[in-house]
């Protein structure tokens, strides 16, 4: 990290560099200006490990690996930065905390101040499964995350958690068909078509009592008549 003083534009130049293995994962030039109080930062990712995001993601992804790469530009106050992107999943592995399912991910995906948002990226667990995601996980300042998508897929994971990951529902299951998903992450809406595939099993535990509890893990609705 370096910078430059321009006394005459009142602007601090601004250099930022990363290097692993050889090669600059991130190498970002730009400028902040005293008078107003604004950045105007361009980045160049190389396979930027994901795992810097992971602090922020932690409750959505239980393990985050892989790289992204592409151009990053970051603009306007220091307190209300407004990002725009050309990036790219380079085989992305994360691990979903709800379900314990691994995937590895790759395909184009794009950066805004309330969002980010994936046109079509190509799904992987670590069997045979696959599956095409498109849709947006957005939020407000890196809070209130919102998931907005459609999931085509084949014989994927939807379920791989053990009874001591201390998820709500554990066991395996596999499924092939298509979903939109929406709402925040604690309370989504699945509209779904779906057959699950091969042998598998799920496990809701209960409590030692029964009586007066409940659950809110799935709530089924039906579709109004017309």
Known sequence: LSSQWNDEGKELGLFLQDRLEGRDILRAEGSYNVRDKKVDLLAGLDHLPLNVAAPFLKDIFSEMGGGISGSLRLAGPMNDLVPTSDLHLDDANIRLAI????????????VDAEGCYFDSLDLRDDSEGSGTLQGAIRFRQLKDFRLDGKLDFRQLKMVDASEKSGNAFYGLLRASGTASVSGPFNSLTVDANVNTVGDGDIHIPMGGRLAGSSSNILTFTQPAKV
């Open 99 to 110: 379900t314990g399912v691994s995937y590895t991910a790759s395909g184009p995906l794009r």
